[in-house]
């Protein structure tokens, strides 16, 4: 839904999923029983309101939930999202435009397996974020743009099984970063966007981290270009997979003072041609490394008591990797139909020296897909309807499964099995 407001408009649109009602209804008994109730709605609000010539402020909201309940299992779980935020744009001139934003967004994964008394894990990310972004046009060849973010975050990440904590880290760093890059038309076939950002991390608040950026463009005809860039990059937030959760299920870290921030050098090139201003095609290769990925290592049973886990390291080990691909652009923009397609070929790896055999080893990474090929299209019937599909095909993902579970015998619990 949507409509106007005081100079501006207004959109509201909300959706569900209905698979844990529609299939019981037309899928035999003893098959429905076997697939978990799932389903998922989100809801998005955003209204704006030019308040002059030169000023406008909007509002946005988003709140999505999945939920997933299979009782045969004793398996329950739920992840979401909340987001809202309050954004301020003012023309200064003809030549400076502002962007100011505030938001708020909380992100959450619950997972149980068992009841009460069974596994229990809960991931949670709170974010306060303060940003602003300018743009200056001092010429038709010259443009700067340069901003700030502040962050204050809180991250809870805590397993448990009966009244045992299996480990809890708990962190509340503040992130910050100030940047700036330019784009130089200097020459009449080569467009040049260097770029740096300065990244502050209250857990190493002495270390400065520095990020370097540079893109170019070279312009063989109007419609053909070569496209190049490179730069390194900083992360102090980590997404990590423990051995209790389904794999769809991504946990989230904040690097603490046991372990480095994650690093990556990147470099891209590609080749960009439009024919006719219909057809669109892309050729892109690159080349990542990465260092200080965090990896899973249980070093107990399941069920023992709490042990020191107040650091990262104490349950995740630091890994390197590298990543290289080629990806094949195709894509139609004008005419009744329209799409593209997509194809590519990946490899992905990771490094780890174990903590359990003190071995280097190369092994697949949880995002490694050899070949994945993307197609989406969309067809106008008429003035009133439109047709939209789309299909991935993708190679399997390496997977190492746990083998098996075990309870430990307790003496005297003749409870115990």
Known sequence: ?????????????????????????????????????????DLQGHVFSDLNEKDRISVSIYRGIDDLIFDNLGLTADWGNNTYSLSFRRVFNEKLVGNFLTASSEFFTNFNLGGADGLNSENK???????????????????????AQIKQLDFK?????????SFYIGENPIEAGFYTKLKWKGFSRFIIEPGVRYNYYSVYSSTPYIDLRLGAKYLLTDDRYINIALGNYHQFIQTVQDDYNPTI?????????????????????????????????????????????????????????????EKISDTFTPADGYAYGLELFFQKTLGNL??????????????MSSQLTAKEKEYYT????????????????????????????????????????????LPGDPGST
């Open 1 to 41: 839904m949507e409509g106007p407001f005081y100079n501006g408009a207004w959109l509201l649109s909300a959706r569900r999923t209905y698979f844990d009602y529609l299939l019981p209804k037309i899928l035999p008994a003893e098959t429905a029983e076997k697939i978990p109730p799932y389903y998922f709605y």
């Open 125 to 147: 990310i709170l974010d306060q974020t303060l940003s602003t972004n300018l743009t200056f046009f001092q010429s038709s060849d010259l443009e700067w743009r340069t901003g």
């Open 157 to 165: 990440y805590l397993n448990t099984f009966l009244e045992d904590t």
């Open 249 to 309: 299920l991504d946990s989230w870290l904040a690097v603490d003072n046991s372990i480095d921030p994650a690093e990556a050098q990147q470099a891209v090139i590609g080749y960009e041609e439009y024919i006719r201003d219909i057809y669109k095609i892309q050729i892109e290769a690159y080349y990542k490394t990465i260092q200080n990925m965090l990896t899973f290592e249980e070093f107990r049973s399941s069920t023992d008591a709490e042990v020191s886990d």
């Open 338 to 351: 329209t799409g593209w397609i997509a194809y590519t070929n990946s490899v992905s790896r990771k490094i």
């Open 366 to 409: 949880n995002w490694d897909r050899s070949h994945v090929i993307n197609i989406l299209g969309n067809y106008i019937l008429n003035k009133k309807w439109e047709l939209n599909w789309k299909w991935t095909w993708q190679s399997g993902q390496a997977f190492t499964p746990i083998l098996g579970y075990y309870v430990e015998k």
